[in-house]
């Protein structure tokens, strides 16, 4: 009886030894309330709920206790786990080309393709990156290392995610939390940015009604676009090809079914997928680290340079175009890939100061041109540090 | 010709298309696939360096499949003798002045990023990837790479008088620059760019340590990237607005030549209405502005034109009920 006993409770101690509560340390509490914070945001504030729900959920999923020598195949890091299987998606860079399918397939670019111009103005906030690219090199970062970081300013999750799982994977994790936080954040990050730099008069500004875009200009831009992008920059050669091949799915009209699976049902799973391992690779031991905090600081920097840039680019466009022609510079801002958040914010900013001032249809232009230039971005800094 | 021969005659017409297209990719495709086998590195002078299976020291070159697929190189031919540049010399005597990687032997199946490497100075008795290709180290030596057929020139290099095992290599596999690597740098059967990543990353932080020449630079690919594409969309803009424009100008004009004929139409039966049946003018008038003025707009119905009438005996209709 007495050896019936002891066998019980040799296994009941061995099963508590198990337990999220025998294993769990102080750092993955603190991680465990920052998975419910972003849930809390994400449901409760309704910040980019698509994004940091399955984020939110991952960072908790991620920083369970359990007995790492118990070889239960369970972890993120350890090889043949499940998660570990869903996390090669980001690791090998495979889910970002894939979302950007879906970009392309959901992407409209006939904003673009109505005022051209504006695809410059998607050209100069891509200088976030390599503003931030230089303040990280000062802070004592590796030139691959201050490329991944800086990318955040581009203010492109898959991007982020594709270019540092190439150029510094040990940051990953804390560099795709943070682009996509800051992502969530445009709307608090933004409008401060944007009202300091323009005039009442500046914002009052209307822009002329966007000419009708024909179908043939559609079909052709994924293609002549791809082929000028890739030949310039073969190494964003995965990102650009597939947006503009989801694109060419949409305007075709001929590949209905591949175009609405590429921006549904595809995309979806693999935002889930994306979502929830980058979440989950943020273990407290890999996360709080005085890299993040630098990670974040740099991250906001780079969006706020970002923003600078698209709206003092519009504003010195503005002195070479004549009147009639001019362009708000609150759709400055949106030359950041965040689409169409960025442009959203174009808009409701224009409609604080002019009820009438529709900028939605404008501001997608240099948004959709911000998705083409980062993944061009991310492309130079692969083919020079790659 | 019945519509039935019409139709297979133009499935035929499509077919035989189709498989041009495809006969032409293949072969397209067949040569980039032999234009990706590169000579990566080449040891003229082996005195103490990699061993043959008979531990002899000969000269030796690697081949690497500077793509990600797998190819055989079974067939290929290796020469020294640059008397094969004379393009009317026949095949037959081409191929006797170069040696053959053998058929039958598996490594010949070189896989993607993989290489191979051939012995040069020795005889095909001795194995598959012995070659009969001399080669004199105390002189400046051509080497090149031939497609199966004998005539195709896939790669070729000149490779210096070089000290005792140092060898000739790209700077990295494929790469289009070649460097004497010196004793330690050989890297026979493996992969050339050992250790450039590092230098990469330390080289830009030699010389670009604040970041801005890249940035500088970065930027400059980025604007030149969107400035093309902005052309072109502004370019084909115009173009496309003019075309339009014009085939708007067309219509408008067919249009008119068409409301011009009905006008002279409507005219005379006008008249003739007026004078012969004594219908209103006023009504006149007003009915044919209207047609006139729906058929500018291209507003009136579709209709056949044809009615039929016929009379047919439904159950409901039926005398019994």
């Known amino acids: ?386 | 010709m019945d519509i039935d021969k019409i139709m297979i005659y133009n499935q035929m017409k499509k077919i035989g298309l189709l498989l041009v297209v495809f006969m032409t990719s293949s072969s397209i495709m067949f040569g980039q696939g032999a234009n990706n086998i590169k000579i990566n590195e080449v040891m003229v002078n082996n005195t103490d360096n990699y061993l043959d299976e008979y531990g002899r020291k000969l000269p030796w070159v690697e081949l690497v499949n500077n793509s990600f697929t797998t190819y055989n190189v079974r067939g290929m031919f290796i020469t020294t003798n640059k008397e094969v540049l004379d393009k009317d010399m026949s095949v037959p005597e081409r191929m006797k002045l170069m040696g053959q990687i053998p058929n039958g032997f598996k490594e010949s199946l070189i896989e993607g990023r993989q290489h191979l490497l051939l012995y040069l100075n020795s005889k095909p008795e001795k194995g598959p990837r012995h070659l009969d290709v001399v080669v004199d180290p105390a002189q400046t030596i051509w080497i090149a790479l031939y497609d199966g057929n004998g005539k195709n020139l896939i790669d070729s290099v000149t490779i210096p008088v070089m000290k005792p095992n140092c060898s000739f290599a790209r700077i990295k596999d494929g790469a289009p620059v070649w460097k004497i690597q010196p004793v330690t740098m050989v890297t026979p059967n493996s992969a050339n760019n050992a250790g450039q990543e590092v230098s990469k990353i330390e080289n830009i932080k030699a010389n670009d340590p604040y970041g801005i020449l890249m940035a500088i630079i970065a930027m400059s690919i980025v604007f030149l990237a969107l400035v093309l594409l902005y052309i072109f969309m502004k370019g084909f803009g115009k173009l496309n607005m003019s075309m339009e424009a014009r085939k708007e100008r067309t219509e408008k004009y067919k249009t008119l030549i068409k409301i011009r004929k009905a006008s002279k139409k409507a005219i005379t039966m006008a008249k003739d209405g007026y004078q012969k049946k004594g219908i209103n003018k006023e009504t006149y008038m007003a009915v044919i502005a209207m047609a006139l003025s729906e058929y500018a707009q291209d507003v009136h119905d579709l209709e056949s034109g044809i009615i039929t009438i016929k009379r047919k005996n439904t159950a409901w209709n039926a005398k019994q009920f």
């Open chain 1, 1 to 386: 009886m007495t050896g019936t006993l002891d066998f019980l409770l040799d296994n009941f101690n061995e099963f508590l030894t198990y337990t999220g509560f025998a294993n769990g340390q102080v750092e993955n509490y603190i991680m465990i309330a920052v998975g419910a914070f972003f849930l809390w945001l994400a449901i409760k504030k309704d910040f980019e709920p698509l994004l940091l729900i399955p984020i939110g959920l991952g960072i908790i999923l991620g920083n369970i206790p359990f007995r790492a020598d118990a070889g239960l195949e369970i972890g993120l890091y350890e090889d043949n786990s499940v998660l570990n299987i869903f996390y090669q998606g980001v690791k090998q860079g495979w889910y970002p080309p894939l979302v950007f399918l879906g970009i392309g397939a959901m992407t409209d670019f006939s904003a673009l393709l109505s005022n051209p111009k504006l695809v410059l103005v998607g050209a100069a906030a891509q200088f976030g990156i390599f503003g931030a690219y230089m303040v990280a090199l000062a802070l004592g970062f590796e030139p691959n290392q201050a490329a991944g970081i800086a990318i955040i300013g581009g203010a492109d999750g898959p991007t982020a995610i594709f270019l540092s799982s190439k150029l510094s994977p040990n940051l990953m994790g804390a560099i795709a939390v943070c682009a996509y936080s800051y992502m969530a954040l445009v709307p608090v990050i933004q409008p401060p940015v944007m009202r300091l730099l323009t005039t009442k008069k500046e914002r009052l500004i209307r822009m002329p009604k966007p000419r009708q875009v024909s179908k043939t200009e559609k079909i052709l831009f994924p293609i002549v676009g791809l082929l000028l992008t890739t030949f310039i920059v073969p190494s964003g050669l995965p990102l650009l090809g597939m947006l503009f091949f989801g694109n060419l799915l949409k305007e075709s009209t001929k590949t209905d079914r591949l175009s609405f699976t590429a921006g549904n049902a595809l995309n979806n799973i693999v935002v889930m997928l994306l979502g929830l391992t980058v979440g989950c690779s943020t273990q407290a031991s890999e996360f709080l680290t005085l890299n993040t905090v630098k990670i974040f600081a740099l991250g906001a920097m780079a969006f706020i340079i970002a923003t600078m840039s698209g709206v003092l680019f519009v504003k010195i466009m503005n002195i070479f175009l004549k009147e009639g022609n001019k362009l708000n510079p609150l759709i400055g801002n949106a030359g950041v890939s965040a689409v169409p958040m960025a442009a959203r914010i174009s808009q409701n900013l224009g409609l604080e100061y002019d009820r009438h001032n529709y900028l939605l249809m404008h501001a997608m232009g240099p948004n959709v041109a911000g998705v083409i230039g980062s993944a061009v971005a991310a492309g130079v800094l692969l083919g020079f540090l790659g």
